[in-house]
């Protein structure tokens, strides 16, 4: 059982910066694997990106966010962070921290957070 409480939305103006952090309880947060979902409405959940348990050291990234969003996790304080950089109004959406529900393994069902809202404006 996992419990994920994201922070860090807003507003920003378009080239601006953001860093989004997921809070997680209820297991042993070095083992998990973690990423990052985001979804608009009318749009299905897109996977935005991943980071490997332990030291964090294996990282994926959808095509549209490489180079400008970096996934980072620091395990003393049970939080993963995705920094995003350059954003764009097609940024915008709903952002959700996510692990699976099966250790060690990415792909099928998820403990998923609450959501925290980024907005981008031209």
């Known amino acids: 059982q996992v419990q994920l409480v994201e922070s860090g939305g807003g507003l920003v103006q378009a080239g601006g910066s953001l860093r989004l952090s997921c809070a997680a309880s209820?297991?042993?947060?070095?083992?998990?694997?973690m990423g990052w979902f985001r979804q608009t409405p009318g749009k299905e959940r897109e996977f935005v990106t991943r980071?490997?348990?332990?030291?964090?050291?294996?990282?994926y990234y959808t095509d549209s966010v490489k180079g400008r969003f970096t996934i980072s996790r620091d395990n003393a304080k049970n939080t993963v962070y995705l920094q995003m950089n350059s954003l764009n109004p097609e940024d915008t959406a709903v952002y959700y921290c996510?692990?699976?529900?099966?250790?060690?393994?990415?792909?099928?069902?998820?403990?998923w957070g609450q959501g925290t809202q980024v907005t981008v404006s031209s």
């Open positions: 209820g297991r042993t947060f070095s083992a998990l694997i």
């Open positions: 996510a692990t699976p529900v099966r250790l060690g393994t990415w792909g099928g069902a998820y403990y």
């Open positions: 980071i490997g348990p332990w030291s964090g050291t294996t990282t």
